[in-house]
């Protein structure tokens, strides 16, 4: 009868040191890098979009801005018929206006940029407020292109990003050409592939390692316990006879 509890605790003490020497062996010391060493955003260079699209920015901004104070004019002289002097005043105020809007879009479409790297892509644009955007490839999930009216008649599309837990496009890239468009979203498709393979695979190797000390506690403990009732039957047929 001592033998196997003396078994019994020998075995449950072994799976202790087991995880042990495994904590000592996963205890990975981190040394912070030097900022002479940190990798910068301005350091990768960037790829500008096509020079077509600021001639699109411009057109569509141009063409609104016309249409809406055509409009706004013709009500004020027919609908509201306000003199003529004030008129006069009004007019130019959103001519300047729609200059100023126009001159903006289309500064913010040449601030565009963008850069295909190992593991992510990244995106830049702004004016006043600059937008720096890094996307690894493996919160890529859906990529899409868009191509309107427009777009078309300039031989450009926009490319979509979505990422993992978003709802709405976490990068938004016009102005690409369109063959251009649809070689980087087959080669982003791939490397959000290759990526998910690879953590995966991580995944697969990196469980049975954290999954051998419960086993193998479980598994000395059957042992101990089919042990312990062997030893218990015999001393019971031992008694019988």
């Known amino acids: 009868m001592s033998e196997p509890v003396n078994s019994k605790v020998e075995a449950s003490e072994q799976p202790l040191h087991h995880l042990e020497a495994e904590s000592h062996a996963?205890?990975?010391?981190?040394?912070?890098?030097?900022?002479?060493?940190w990798l910068?955003?301005?350091?990768?260079?960037?790829?500008?979009?096509?020079?077509?699209?600021?001639?699109?920015?411009?057109?569509?901004?141009?063409?609104?801005?016309?249409?809406?104070?055509?409009?706004?004019?013709?009500?004020?002289?027919?609908g509201a018929e306000m003199p003529l002097h004030i008129i006069a005043i009004i007019v130019p105020a959103l001519v300047l206006i729609?200059?100023?809007i126009t001159w903006l879009r289309?500064?913010?479409?040449?601030?565009?940029?963008?850069?295909v790297c190992e593991h992510e892509l990244l995106m830049q644009k702004g004016i006043i407020w600059f937008k720096r955007i890094s996307l690894p490839y493996t919160r890529l999930q859906h990529i899409s292109l868009s191509q309107g009216p427009i777009e078309r008649k300039f031989n450009l599309r926009t490319l979509k990003c979505f990422s993992a837990g978003s709802g709405s496009a976490e990068i938004?890239?016009?102005?690409?050409?369109?063959k251009a468009a649809e070689?980087?979203?087959?080669?982003?498709?791939t490397m959000a592939s290759r990526a998910s393979q690879k953590g995966l695979a991580?995944?697969?190797?990196?469980?049975?390692?954290?999954?051998?000390?419960?086993?193998?506690?479980?598994?000395?403990?059957?042992?101990?316990?089919?042990?312990?009732v062997d030893s218990d039957n015999q001393v019971e047929n031992d008694a019988k006879r």
């Open 26 to 37: 996963c205890n990975i010391v981190h040394e912070p890098l030097p900022p002479a060493q």
């Open 40 to 78: 910068g955003f301005d350091q990768t260079p960037l790829t500008l979009v096509e020079s077509r699209y600021y001639t699109q920015v411009l057109i569509e901004t141009s063409v609104a801005a016309l249409l809406f104070i055509t409009l706004l004019t013709s009500f004020l002289i027919i």
């Open 98 to 100: 729609a200059a100023t």
């Open 106 to 115: 289309v500064s913010h479409a040449k601030s565009i940029a963008y850069g």
């Open 172 to 178: 938004e890239l016009p102005g690409l050409e369109s």
């Open 183 to 189: 070689k980087l979203r087959q080669h982003l498709l």
């Open 202 to 228: 991580e995944t697969e190797s990196a469980a049975p390692l954290q999954q051998t000390p419960e086993v193998e506690a479980l598994s000395l403990e059957e042992i101990t316990t089919d042990t312990q």
